[in-house]
């Protein structure tokens, strides 16, 4: 099973090889303060870490609501189960 993980691991870094030799042209990226120049796969890159970090990020939060929301009812059947064997 391992042996599988690395073959499916070199082909994705074969895929991000290729696709940054297809993308290694100069793009200008204009903000408010000025402008820089960066190769596309650089760019596409960071947009893709950043979308992946903000959306776990709220997916995080999803999750911790559902746990307190979890141990709130865990808190209320508990009473309720005390309260049937009194």
């Known amino acids: 099973m391992k042996i599988i993980k690395y073959i499916v691991f070199g082909v994705i ?4 090889a290729g696709f940054s030799a ?7 990226v204009n903000y408010y303060w000025g402008e820089i120049r960066m190769p596309m796969a650089l ?3 960071i947009v893709f870490i950043l979308a992946v970090t ?3 990020l709220l ?3 999803r999750i911790v609501n559902l746990r307190m929301k979890i141990r709130s009812l865990e808190k209320k059947a508990a ?3 005390k309260a049937m064997i009194v």
Do not use: G, H, R, Y
């Open 59 to 61: 997916f995080l939060k």
């Open 54 to 56: 903000f959306s776990s």
């Open 43 to 45: 760019l596409l890159a």
């Open 22 to 28: 297809l993308n290694a042209e100069s793009v200008a």
């Open 13 to 16: 870094v074969v895929i991000i």
């Open 79 to 81: 009473k309720c189960s």
